[in-house]
């Protein structure tokens, strides 16, 4: 059955660090970009950062300097290094994947980010 799944959320003060993984497993279109939301509590989903097939990268402002997605490919597993937190870090992080031309997608269950303020 394809799947998302991600790891690595907790509870972490602020200034701390987290690394996020996110696995994907059974999927049958070949995947392109791969993307982290963050959904804050009361809030929609808001893209953090992405990363294509070949390495291109993007970032939402509010975490440029602090957080690095990188990308395996030969284990279909993209990750997130979030350092010097904060508490409007916090939220269930979600990984995506997209179709490599298309428009198929799939998601994670999420993982949740506490940084208590």
């Known amino acids: 059955q394809a799947h998302l799944r991600e790891s690595g959320g907790g509870l972490v003060q602020p200034g701390g660090s987290l690394r996020l993984s996110c696995t994907a497993a059974?999927?049958?279109?070949?995947?392109?970009?791969m993307r982290w939301y963050r959904k804050a509590p009361g809030k929609l989903h808001d893209l953090v950062a992405s990363?294509?097939?070949?390495?291109?990268?993007e970032y939402v402002d509010r975490v440029k300097g602090r957080f690095t997605i990188s990308r395996d490919n030969e284990k279909n597993t993209i990750y997130l290094q979030m350092n010097n937190l904060n508490p409007e870090d916090t939220g269930i992080y979600y990984c995506?994947?997209?179709?490599?031309?298309?428009?198929?997608?799939?998601w994670g269950q999420g993982t949740l980010v506490t940084v208590p303020a």
């Open positions: 990363i294509t097939h070949d390495g291109t990268i």
């Open positions: 059974g999927i049958r279109f070949s995947i392109g970009p």
């Open positions: 995506n994947a997209q179709e490599l031309g298309g428009s198929q997608e799939t």
